[in-house]
């Protein structure tokens, strides 16, 4: 296909279907799989690149017979092709319309894993990407920091100013935790006036402190809003930070959660840390 249509591409062959899986399992360059389902029963199946789970990036075409293609699209493939239909025309078609699905798989997955109004992550993308964090915490005895962030008074200047102040401070605020934080920390919007930063590899508990007090200061110019108002914008911090990040997930969000709140009761712009 490629030599045919004068496309550049780098060819990896598997001869058996375990050195495919291992290498499905190490590369994550893969643009599109070709999978030969001739030798395999139904309940092999599951060994099948997952084409459709969140954040692969692989377009899977699978070749088989007739009675395994309900089966195998149910697996995660894009496009079957059977030996009646097999030709090269016939993949050619079946690998643009798999390229096609998987183009608007990603599209989909990104609006549904991803705010509208900020950009940032949304809690589920967020909570994956913490999970990976508390896993390499682990394997490779590295600190980790996460921090609760509320904006202050939001709701009341959002109940008194409208909507459309509300949704430029809540911009707003995403824009400059970004560009606060440092390469690999993620910025997500949880919900409402709720945000969280996952800060790996930070070194202390001090230099986290440091970081919470870098993402209070962002917000000391006011924010300007549509009908030409100059909004004062806060934050209250709440932090974690674990020389090895050995709590769950949802437990560590917990706890940064709870900091917020004390933090909270303290005023605005305070920041605690435990």
């Known amino acids: 296909l490629a030599a045919q249509e004068g496309t ?3 060819l990896v062959t598997a ?4 050195e495919a899986l291992e290498a499905w399992a190490t590369r994550d360059d893969f643009r599109l799989a070709f999978v030969d389902l001739s030798n395999l029963e139904v309940g092999q ?4 690149p997952r084409g459709t789970e969140a954040g692969a990036a692989l377009a899977v075409v699978a070749l088989g017979p007739e009675e395994l293609a309900l089966q195998a699209l149910e697996a995660g493939v894009h496009e079957y092709v059977t030996p009646l239909e097999l030709s090269l025309q016939a993949l050619r078609r079946a690998k643009e319309r798999a390229l096609r699905r998987k183009s608007w798989e990603a599209h989909r997955l990104e609006r549904l894993l991803h705010d509208e109004l900020t950009g ?5 993308l967020f909570m994956d990407r913490l999970h990976m964090a508390i896993r390499t915490s682990v394997r490779d005895a590295t600190p980790c920091a996460l921090f609760f962030l509320d904006v202050d008074d939001f ?3 959002n109940d008194t100013l409208g909507h459309q102040a509300g949704d430029a401070v809540l911009k707003e605020v995403g824009r400059r935790l970004r560009n606060v934080v440092r390469a690999g920390d993620s910025v997500a919007r949880l919900g409402g006036d709720e945000f969280a930063v996952l800060m790996p590899g930070v070194v202390s508990k001090e230099a986290a402190n440091h970081l919470a007090q870098a993402l209070v200061n962002a917000m000391a110019p006011p924010v300007l809003a549509p009908h030409g108002q100059f909004l004062p914008v806060s934050l209250s911090v709440g932090g974690l930070w674990m020389a090895t990040a050995t709590l769950p997930a949802a437990e560590m969000l917990h706890l940064a959660d709870m900091a917020m709140y004390q933090a909270k009761f303290s005023g605005k712009g305070q920041i605690c840390l435990l």
């Open 15 to 18: 001869p058996s279907a375990q």
């Open 8 to 10: 550049e591409v780098s």
């Open 155 to 157: 709701k009341q200047a």
């Open 45 to 48: 199946l599951e060994g099948l």
């Open 120 to 124: 940032l992550p949304l809690r589920t």
